[in-house]
RNA sequence: UCCUCAGUAGCUCAAUGGCAGAGCACUCGGCUGUUAACCGAGGGGUUACUGGUUCGAGUCCAGUCUGGGGAGCCA
């Protein structure tokens, strides 16, 4: 097969100066078609960029000119033409067609049509919806935000650790998981108290797919000093809302010789280097959110990038709370988690920034968070954004054994199911902290897209797995 | 898992318990610069499924399935 060299959309719009009137092949697919008698109109999509190029044929210049009028949308086609500058129409420059040609048909029973298609429909034809215009943004958004991620740490000198998937570990601690197993279920072997005898399986133990990387992380932490995670997370809980998946990433940081503060100028620059490095490199995309999706996207973005985040204890946080106590359907207490309400008038009213919530009771946090001096609270911290609330959750870890033990036997945990994990502090354990970013919530948060159903190429939720 | 709303043409939606409709899309025709092009004509239906009430059900009732939103859980 002949090699096509083609030119992308993007060269052109980027470098139209090197490109006006010379001859050029596009291949792309028709977004739309209009024909007049002895002419037509073309928007070209090639996926190379957001915006489509148009492409003007005309009767006397192709031989194939009334098969190409009939082209409906999502054809694929090779164009051969000039382009030519339009100053005076709507678009800056379109192609004078020298030749069409057909690579793939595209019939007329075609699920896309030239007009908005609701998210719900498009979630039932999730192979087709990333040649729309909304999904052409958010998946090109996602790409652009995951390298900005990987390259905000690699620039300070983290090491990018790949924490495993499958896990024998069944104290991560963070909700329901997917067992990993080949044991045939219709002929399960089971001890005398009638539980399954795992010994037969593929790991010899229990597994499961991880809910969190953070433990492993913590261990190379260890050795790296710097190190983060970014890798596919799952949790099996009966989650229906339109910010739960089954199967989601996640950003996790950890820093040896790191406190609570460290913690929060690292969630607090990080947030700010990879907004920044997306409105930059993806303008047309973000300007399409602005526009269709969120009209108070770039202004909100733009003001977190901004401000220096605020700070407030959980302690002082529920005093500024109870004030408002009237207006909440649920009553603010100490002792009591915040829910959402309260964490988005705290960042959207009180403070009208980003805001840092920490020392938190440790009865609301998880047993790894370190016990601060008050014997009642741990460096916890959340990070609470306007327009959605907590976007980040951390801490710093408690490095003293003892204290890590007994909070391990006051949750009724077992010490030996720690053991690697205790050995961090038996040998030269230090001060650490990391924090976790769901990195779905971060791709809503910079798209305005409120459901992370449309934010993941093929999503699984409860009872929905189709692709 | 709980609460709540919805399911009618390919899509988005109408239709008081009384003949199943529109716009867009599609097919055909027209139009010399369109921009969600425009103008004319045409085809297109197991009203999610099962049962019930009724002379008569898209509409009322019960159950099931699927989807949206809210809650819980959390990222």
């Known amino acids: 097969m002949k090699d096509i060299n083609t030119t992308t959309v993007k060269q052109i719009y980027r470098q139209p100066q090197e490109y006006f009137n010379k001859r050029l092949t596009l291949a792309g697919w028709i977004r739309s078609n209009r024909d007049s008698k002895a002419f037509g109109f073309i928007e070209l999509n090639d996926g190379s960029f957001f915006k489509n190029i148009q492409i003007v044929f005309e009767e006397e210049k192709l031989d194939n000119f009334k098969e ?45 049509q030239k007009k908005r298609h609701s998210f719900e429909f498009l979630r039932t034809i999730a192979h087709l919806r990333p040649r729309t215009n ?25 090491v990018y650790v790949h924490t495993p998937i499958i896990t024998g570990s069944d104290c991560e601690g963070a909700g329901e998981m997917f067992r990993v197993t080949t044991l045939d279920w219709n002929n399960l072997t089971r001890n005398d108290k009638g539980e399954i005898d795992f010994s037969d399986d593929f790991f010899g133990r229990e597994t499961n797919l991880t809910v969190s990387g953070q433990l492993s992380a913590e261990a190379y932490a260890m050795a790296f000093r710097n190190v983060y995670t970014f890798g596919p997370t799952f949790r099996a809980e009966n989650s229906n809302t339109p910010r739960h998946a089954a199967e989601f990433w996640m950003i996790e940081p ?35 959110f602005n526009k269709f999706i969120d009209q108070g996207l770039l202004d909100r973005l733009n003001n977190v990038i901004n401000s220096e985040f605020a700070h407030v204890t959980y302690t002082e946080a529920v005093e500024l709370l109870k004030k408002n106590n ?14 959402t309400e309260h964490e988005r008038y705290l960042t959207e009213h009180v403070y009208k920034k980003p805001v840092f919530v920490t020392d938190y009771p440790k009865e609301i946090k998880a047993f790894y968070m370190r016990l601060n001096d008050d014997g009642k609270t741990v460096a916890a911290m959340d990070l609470l954004v306007p327009g959605i609330g907590e976007i980040i ?75």
């Open 68 to 112: 190409v009028t009939k082209l409906g949308v999502g054809n694929a086609i090779i164009v051969d033409g000039i382009l030519v500058e339009t100053p005076n129409a709507k678009q800056p420059f379109e192609i004078k067609a020298e030749s069409i040609q057909v690579e793939g048909y595209c019939p007329s029973e075609y699920p896309l």
């Open 134 to 158: 909304t999904f052409s943004a958010v998946f090109r958004v996602r790409s652009i935000l995951a390298y900005a991620i990987h390259k905000f740490f690699q620039e300070r000198d983290f």
């Open 254 to 288: 950890e820093m040896a010789f790191a406190d609570l503060y460290d913690d929060m100028a690292l969630a607090e620059d990080m947030i700010k280097y990879i907004f920044s490095y997306v409105l930059e490199h993806a303008p047309e995309e973000m300007e399409f």
């Open 326 to 339: 009237d207006n909440f359907d649920y009553k603010v207490e100490w002792g009591t988690d915040l829910q």
């Open 393 to 467: 959750g951390g801490s710093q870890r408690e490095e003293r054994l003892e204290i890590l033990d007994q909070r391990i036997r006051e949750l009724g945990m077992k010490e030996e199911d720690y053991w690697w994990y205790r050995d961090l502090r038996k040998y030269g354990g230090t001060r650490h902290a990391g924090f976790g970013l769901g990195f779905e919530r971060a791709i809503m948060y910079l798209t305005g897209m409120s459901n992370i159903r449309d934010v993941i190429p093929f999503p699984r939720t409860p009872k929905s797995a189709e692709f």
